[in-house]
């Protein structure tokens, strides 16, 4: 009986211990920037592993500048159905314009969401054009001002060569951003946006320099 009563005691004092002790947290998996591993960690080694906001200056910059990137092919598209001669090239300008203005819109609200500037919106009585001219001619495929304006007067299989080739170059500088991106930003929207760059631009280079012989 004595041992009974003994036994008892001492499992009623383990399982008292047992529920006086804080459970101890499961391991946490947190996510790694673009390109790199998750890693497990600590509970308590967790919560600062990760930051607050997941973008970056290269994130930010690539929106801003892909935004512009993308106003420049749409202003070169538009030329298209009135001065091309080719129905392949009008279509081909069509595509462009299609998929690259909803893209502005998705990076126009990603930085309007985290109170970043977008390029044009404060501009002033420059408008968007002026104020981000200096900026433009940084950006890897841009054309210049001369060469918009000659493509902007060329008619004809003339306005269907230039406009393959300065589209060319202009697609291989946004992969060459996209690139980049990949290599230094954190934000996952950006990854997505710039994975989707590549891949489309990609395509559209390869069918560009068949169009163009």
């Given at each position: ?5 003994l036994g008892t005691l001492l499992a009623a004092a383990v399982l008292a211990s047992a ?61 298209a159905p009135a001065r091309a001669a080719r ?127």
């Amino acid at each position: 009986m004595r041992g009974f009563v003994l036994g008892t005691l001492l499992a009623a004092a383990v399982l008292a211990s047992a529920c006086s002790a804080e459970p101890e947290a499961p391991p946490v998996v947190v996510p790694g920037a673009p390109g790199e591993p998750a890693r497990t960690l600590p509970a308590d080694e967790a919560s600062s592993a990760v930051p607050a906001n997941r973008h970056n200056d290269a994130d930010v910059s690539y929106a801003q500048r892909m935004i512009m990137h993308h106003q420049q092919a749409i202003r070169m598209g538009e030329l298209a159905p009135a001065r091309a001669a080719r129905e392949d090239v009008k279509g081909l300008a069509a595509r462009i314009t299609a998929t690259q203005a909803p893209e502005i819109t998705s990076m126009t609200a990603w930085l309007r969401q985290r109170g970043l500037e977008v390029p044009g919106e404060h501009a002033g009585h420059h408008g968007s054009h002026g104020a981000t001219t200096g900026i433009a001619g940084e950006m890897p495929g841009m054309a210049t001002e001369e060469q918009l304006a000659a493509l902007a007067a060329a008619t004809g299989p003339e306005f269907d060569r230039m406009f393959l080739q300065l589209m060319t170059a202009h697609h291989e500088g946004a992969i060459t951003m996209a690139t980049e991106v990949l290599a230094a930003g954190s934000d996952v929207f950006v990854e997505e946006m710039a994975t989707d760059v590549i891949a489309s631009q990609s395509d559209e280079v390869t069918r560009m320099r068949s169009m163009a012989g």
